[in-house]
């Protein structure tokens, strides 16, 4: 069935890289583009970037100069990278997928919750 | 970046009872190729969000037809017909037609 899972570390100094895995399982990256959101304790959603199907990239304009997304297709895993961390990028990671149809934003991960520390 | 409005922030129902939850945007949300990318999730307490309408009004797999979706262009609806106790959480409608993605700020559903 299909599956998707984050994983990294729960505690982040600011200042510093946070790198998150979603490893997917009952589907192909080469079919599915795999989003990244992220959620603020207590608040909203924030769509933070998508690798599509063919291996492209988009940003968010406003994480776009830290951000970075790519993935292993043989590991059917995505990687997030994101730079210089502030206390205020404290949140729950999600990956979702999509294939701009039927399937879009149908599966989510259960989130990793990171802390940025100062 | 389009500006997803949903109104009601909150509401509070009675089991039984029919709820509708408004979400405008900034920008048509028709794209290219004709489609209408918005979407409506829920997502309950402590849990990650779940999808339960995709393009306006096609109901998710899985998902109770008590839920529904209407509405074109700027001006979305999604109800929900006779409110069960499992349906409390916040309630986001999410725009996948221009860049950036962006989501409502949510409805929080409270049983009575």
């Known amino acids: 069935q299909v599956q998707l899972k984050e994983s990294g570390p729960v505690l982040v100094q600011a200042s510093e890289t946070l790198s998150l895995t979603c490893t997917v399982s009952?589907?192909?990256?080469?079919?599915?583009?795999v989003i990244w959101v992220r959620q603020p304790p207590g608040k909203g959603l924030e769509w933070m970037g998508i690798?599509?199907?063919?291996?492209?990239?988009d940003y968010n304009s406003a994480l776009k100069s830290r951000l970075s997304i790519n993935r292993d297709t043989s590991k059917s895993q995505v990687f997030l990278k994101m730079n210089s961390l502030q206390t205020d990028d404290t949140a729950i990671y999600y990956c979702?997928?999509?294939?701009?149809?039927?399937?879009?934003?149908?599966?989510w991960g259960q989130g990793v919750m990171v802390t940025v520390s100062s | 970046d389009v500006v997803m409005t949903q109104t009601p922030p909150s509401l509070s129902v009675a089991i039984g009872q029919s709820v509708s939850i408004s979400c405008k945007s900034s920008?048509?949300?028709?794209?290219?190729?004709?489609?209408?990318?918005l979407h409506w999730l829920l997502q309950s307490p402590g849990r990650s969000p779940k999808r339960l309408i995709y393009?306006?009004?096609n109901l998710g797999s899985g998902v109770p037809d008590r839920f529904s979706g209407t509405g074109s262009q700027k001006d979305f609806t999604l109800k929900i017909s006779r409110v069960e106790a499992e349906d409390l959480g916040v309630y986001y409608c999410a725009q996948t037609t221009h860049f950036p993605f962006t989501f409502g700020s949510g409805t929080k559903l409270e049983i009575k």
């Open positions: 009952g589907f192909s990256l080469t079919n599915y583009g």
């Open positions: 979702t997928r999509t294939d701009g149809g039927y399937s879009e934003l149908d599966y």
């Open positions: 393009q306006v009004s």
């Open positions: 690798i599509w199907r063919n291996g492209n990239t």
């Open positions: 920008q048509s949300l028709v794209y290219s190729d004709g489609k209408t990318y």
